[in-house]
């Protein structure tokens, strides 16, 4: 035959049984998270008789009878002043739910009854320090409080609505006033709308606010319309309609804070304190933790142990700068809260320490350079630096004793990112750090990147293509470029160019072993123009040839002027020369060059110069001008052979690059560096602007194949301006014009 069940059994079953998910389960794993309890605890849990505290005995209850840890309990009681009715009712209901509780009395009420300003401050701190006395006397090391889920959310609510401040209210908190003890409150993760259904489920009553001066106290939970508390329950079940997991979102908030060790007082009840420089935290063992703002003149002549740069590569120079001396401080210096510290038996104090944690970000900032700096030092042998360069794959295998654990990061994540923006994820998902440059910069390294393209530099000329020819001579071999654009017109994006070829007069002379002069650089060049063009008369596959007018002490009377003639290549055939009719340097010149083609351009860098390179920029941003991808130094590459008509895979195939394509895809990515590190400047004084190296680079390298870029650039322009027009033109004409008359026809 089934055995009867008692009352209080059905209870206990409830808790464990039907509300298991809502009561018992949130209530373990507040325990085991916050480490509420350990061995030997003698806990007092502290009865106030309402439905909070009462649930919570019998969860502690059921906790000591299955749990593996041995603990102790002490069911206390306060009867600061109850009317006769409330004091019955704690009893009645402990007797039916089987809780032993000790009753010990206090005169709470009838003091903070006769103060006019805070009684219910007065009254809970007094009722907290009797508990707290009456536990300590019983042998107890903790007190056990029954506030849940709801009261965290509601207090920290109310504590910046009404308080200023971020108060929040800690699963476990030491307390000064009573050394050894400790509050914890085993309720942290329960609702309180599992709490009321629980209490309406198993048919129970108990006491609400047994304050004899509710009515007149604003502040009291007395669920009335002028409790603050109350007032805050409200507001959040409004905030919840719209949002259902905002009480969520602000516990989550919370347990980022530390709040297990810090220090309390009447005056700071969560430890916090804020100024205008940051926030403080401090803890029990006299040390503090203090976040600071941004502004180097608000923090500066402050002291530390330990500075830490959070997101170092973005933080400013003159951050960084203004923080550093903070650890100057000896290490040996003793201040207030260590003067007991004995150097003889106690373990030696760390250094003082500065730490720089970051992404990667452009390789100018002073992160950077630490990060370069320290790693050699400490590759060296320095044990005074250490440096960590940690991946996005760490977190993506993760490994928890030696076993495969749930990744904090995913693949897709990653991949996602490089491909919406490869430079910016390489930097903080890899480490790579960018080389782009301040606000100068015209050209960054992440908008090269955007525009390369899986294609090898092309060394002659291919029938699907035109052909932009860019010279930037000189007299001298060592800077003597001509870079080669092919251009086509792609359907979504207009007239667009790849960069193809970049050649070095240099390279030339050295493979060839003879110097470069003038009439050598034109000898070249004429080679070049064949390579994209072959033997087709009226150089159909050359778009034109841009050439810079001021170089080289004067491009057309050097060199221009040297292409005008008919000229024989080395297997005798006669090739017609180039002229810039439309330029006011050759008016005239048509009748002695008869033969020359209208396809030299010669541009005035003083003239075009800053048009030029504003034309440059616009097309980079539209990913228009396109660049090989960066070279990696091999001999071989893998290259696209056609495409498998089964799977529809690309079918690759191994490709030797020629000494010849090395050196072109070298001096792109030369182009690409000269290009990106082009800055613009402005004379504050007559607002003139200048395109050129910066001081502290151009000494160090040319900027003469950023130069071609920039002339091919400009062709480009003109070219999509023209076909622009063009479309525009045929887009009117294909409009029927309409005719509007009075004849009736």
């Not at 005169?107 to 903070?112: L, W, Y």
């Not at 309720?187 to 198993?202: G, Q, S, T």
């Not at 919406?420 to 960054?444: C, F, H, L, W």
Request: with cysteine.
């Amino acid at each position: 035959m089934k055995r009867e069940m008692e009352p209080y059994q059905l209870i206990e079953r409830s808790i464990i049984k039907k509300y298991r998910k809502e009561l018992w389960t949130p209530f373990i794993v507040a325990v085991k998270r916050y480490e509420l309890i350990k061995a030997g605890d003698k806990i007092a849990v502290c009865i106030s008789g309402g439905k909070d505290s009462m649930l919570m005995a019998k969860l502690m209850q059921e906790l000591q009878r299955h749990s593996d840890v041995p603990f102790e309990l002490v069911f206390l009681v306060m009867d600061p002043g109850y009317n006769e009715i409330n004091r019955q009712k704690i009893e009645s209901n402990a007797e039916l739910l089987h809780i032993p509780v000790t009753i010990f009395e206090s005169n709470i009420f009838s003091v903070a009854n006769n103060t006019d300003k805070n009684p219910c401050y007065l009254c809970a701190r007094m009722r907290r320090g009797h508990l707290y006395s009456k536990a300590k006397e019983m042998g107890c090391n903790k007190i056990a409080l029954g506030h849940h889920f709801n009261d965290v959310i509601e207090t920290t609510v109310m504590s910046m609505f009404y308080g200023s401040q971020l108060q929040a209210m800690p699963p476990m908190l030491h307390s000064t006033s009573f050394p050894g003890m400790t509050l914890i409150r085993p309720m942290y993760c329960i609702r309180e709308e599992d709490i009321l259904a629980w209490k309406r489920y198993n048919e129970l009553e108990f006491i609400q606010c047994a304050c004899r001066f509710t009515e007149n106290c604003t502040m009291c939970d007395n669920g009335g319309g002028g409790s603050k508390r109350q007032e805050t329950k409200i507001l959040l079940r409004r905030l919840k309609r719209d949002n259902p997991n905002i009480e969520n979102s602000i516990f989550r908030s919370l347990l980022d804070i530390a709040e297990k060790e810090t220090e309390k007082s009447s005056t700071n009840k969560t430890g916090f304190s804020h100024n205008p420089a940051g926030y403080t935290v401090k803890f029990y063992n006299g040390s503090t933790i203090t976040t600071l703002n941004s502004k180097p003149d608000s923090i500066r002549g402050k002291r530390a142990t330990l500075l830490f740069f959070d997101e170092a590569a973005f933080c400013s120079d003159e951050l960084i700068a203004a923080c550093e001396p903070f650890t100057t401080q000896d290490g040996d210096f003793v201040t207030d809260t260590d003067k007991n510290y004995n150097p003889e038996t106690q373990a030696r104090k760390a250094p003082n320490q500065l730490v720089y944690a970051s992404s990667q970000d452009t390789m100018d900032k002073v992160f950077y350079k630490y990060y370069k700096d320290f790693a050699k030092k400490m590759i060296a042998g320095n044990r005074d630096y250490f440096v960590c360069d940690m991946i996005c794959d760490v977190a993506i295998h993760v490994y928890m004793n030696g076993e495969p654990y749930k990744p904090l990061l995913s693949q897709d994540k990653v991949d996602a990112a490089l491909k919406t923006s490869r430079e910016k994820a390489m930097r903080e998902y890899y480490n790579k750090p960018s080389r782009d440059g301040g606000v100068n910069q015209i050209v960054k390294w992440g908008t090269v990147r955007r525009n390369e393209r899986k294609y090898l530099p092309q060394l002659y000329w291919d029938k699907q293509y035109k052909y932009v020819i860019a010279f930037d001579p000189a007299r001298t071999m060592d800077n003597s470029i001509v870079s080669i654009m092919r251009i086509y017109n792609d359907p979504e994006n207009g007239m667009c160019g790849d960069i193809i070829n970049c050649v070095n007069m240099v390279d030339l002379a050295n493979s060839k072993k003879y110097k470069m002069d003038s009439n050598r650089q034109i000898e070249e060049l004429r080679e070049l123009i064949l390579h994209y063009n072959g033997q087709n008369p009226d150089y159909e596959y050359i778009d034109s040839l841009m050439i810079d007018q001021g170089a080289g002490g004067g491009g057309t009377s050097t060199y221009a002027d040297g292409l005008l003639n008919n000229w024989t290549d080395k297997s005798g055939t006669e090739h017609r020369g180039f002229i810039d009719a439309n330029h006011e340097l050759y008016e005239g010149y048509d009748a002695r060059y008869p033969d020359a083609v209208d396809k030299l351009r010669l541009i005035s860098p003083r003239k075009f110069r800053s048009v030029m390179f504003e034309e440059l920029i616009e097309l980079m941003n539209l990913g228009v001008v396109h660049f090989p991808l960066e070279y990696n130094g091999g001999d071989y590459v893998q290259v696209v052979d056609g495409v498998d008509k089964a799977t529809g895979q690309e079918i690759l195939k191994t490709h030797e690059l020629s000494l010849d394509e090395q050196t072109a895809w070298v001096n792109i990515d030369l182009m690409k560096n000269e290009i990106t590190s082009m800055q613009k400047t402005t004379n504050p004084e007559n607002t003139s602007v200048t395109y050129a190296l910066p001081p502290d680079r151009a000494n160090k390298m040319h900027d003469d194949r950023a130069y071609t870029l920039v002339l091919l650039a400009h062709r480009l322009y003109e070219l999509r301006r023209k076909d622009k027009v063009r479309q525009s033109a045929v887009e009117t004409m294909t409009t029927p014009p309409i005719c509007i008359s009075n004849i009736d026809f």
